[in-house]
């Protein structure tokens, strides 16, 4: 599967999500390429850590930008298991490119720096490329949640109004593991002593994605 995590927003944690997935996706047997379509070079940055504190990487890592994304991606799709495309934190060319190809769109949504404004900007790209294309799944989730706030609620809530975003209920917390395991390169799980309650939000949500109620539209040779 193509999975293509972006948002209208920076620092809401899709970097976070879409390495832990690429590394979540390896640890299943999956043969995994990461591709890094953020001109920040964020996840090539944590691949480039990665590769200095273990043997092995895991996965094949690339970065690609622009609307040649669409056609590389096109390419290389059948030579992986899975495709995780990282994306920046605004409405690029790159991050349209990948939703052309995407079998599923990742949105990450911080409750602290939640706006209607943003949500409805990436309702409407998403109603805009599946206007152009056959029907991909669209999903949106909390990250960087509250561990204990109100405020996760009220967004929850919020984020259920639309229609072309599929509101996950497997919250990522804000916890202190993330950013601790994203500066050495690893997912949370790959800790010498992992937060479980870090390992338990991710799998929750990832096996979700990747074993749920999704729209495939080309057969797969996924392992997971
Ligand atoms: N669940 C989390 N808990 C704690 N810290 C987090 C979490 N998710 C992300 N962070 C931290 O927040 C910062 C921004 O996260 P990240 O780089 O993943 O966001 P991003 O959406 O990719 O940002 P950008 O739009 O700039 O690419 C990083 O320092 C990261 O370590
Ligand atoms: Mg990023």
């Not at 079998?103 to 152009?132: C, H, M, N």
């Not at 050495?184 to 010498?192: C, D, H, Q, T, Y």
Request: with cysteine; glycine share 6%.
């Amino acid at each position: 599967m193509v999975i293509v995590v972006g948002s209208q927003k920076g620092g809401v944690g899709k970097t976070t999500i879409a390495t832990n997935l690429a590394a979540w996706l390896v640890k299943k047997g999956s043969d995994v390429l990461l591709v890094d379509a953020d001109d920040q070079g964020s996840a090539a940055d944590f691949t480039a850590w990665r590769e200095a504190n273990l043997d092995q990487c895991g996965y094949t890592l690339v970065q690609l930008t622009g609307s040649n994304v669409r056609k590389q991606i096109e390419a290389l799709k059948p030579k992986y298991d899975h495709i995780v495309i990282d994306t920046g934190g605004r409405d690029t060319t790159s991050q349209r490119a990948a939703m052309f190809v995407c079998d599923i769109y990742l949105s990450p949504f911080a409750p602290r720096s939640y706006d209607l404004w943003t949500v409805t900007k990436v309702a409407t790209l998403v109603d805009e490329i599946q206007a152009g294309r056959e029907p991909f799944a669209a999903y949106s989730f909390l990250s960087r949640a509250d561990i204990k706030s109100a405020d996760n609620r009220e967004v929850s809530l919020a984020l259920q109004d639309y229609s072309q975003l599929t509101f996950l209920p497997f919250p990522i917390s804000n916890r202190k593991a993330f950013a601790n395991s994203a500066s050495k390169g690893l997912a949370v799980f790959e800790m010498e002593e992992p937060d479980k309650k870090a390992v338990a939000e991710l799998d929750a949500l990832f096996n979700h994605i990747i074993h749920g109620n999704v729209i495939t539209t080309t057969a797969q040779k996924a392992t997971v």
